[in-house]
């Protein structure tokens, strides 16, 4: 569904916290947590960053066909941008 906006994200991948910080990578400014549960997955980050918890459903766990899963995919997807245009702008 991100190809659909022309957002190629093929090559990304999941990554660990460790993956952010020194000696590894240099820690970032903001961390915008998305899942519903990320408050309780990842309660500390051992850095002092801006941390942002935007609750979204989890389209992975949509039931039904491959259209109606879709069109969840579609629908989160929507919701987070216009999270970010609304926030971050």
Not at 6 to 34: A, E, M, Q, Y
Not at 53 to 72: I, K, V
Request: include cysteine; charged fraction near 30%; glycine fraction near 6%.
């Amino acid at each position: 569904v991100m190809q659909e906006l022309g957002i190629d994200i093929s090559g990304h991948t999941s990554k660990h916290i460790r993956d952010f910080l020194p000696p590894n990578g240099s820690v970032p400014d903001l961390i915008i947590g998305v899942c519903s549960k990320a408050d309780e997955n990842c309660p500390v980050f051992p850095a002092a960053v801006e941390r942002l918890h935007w609750p979204f459903d989890d389209p992975y766990h949509a039931q039904g066909d491959e259209q109606t899963r879709l069109n969840e995919f579609r629908r989160v997807r929507d919701e987070i941008l216009a999270r970010l245009k609304s926030e971050l702008a």
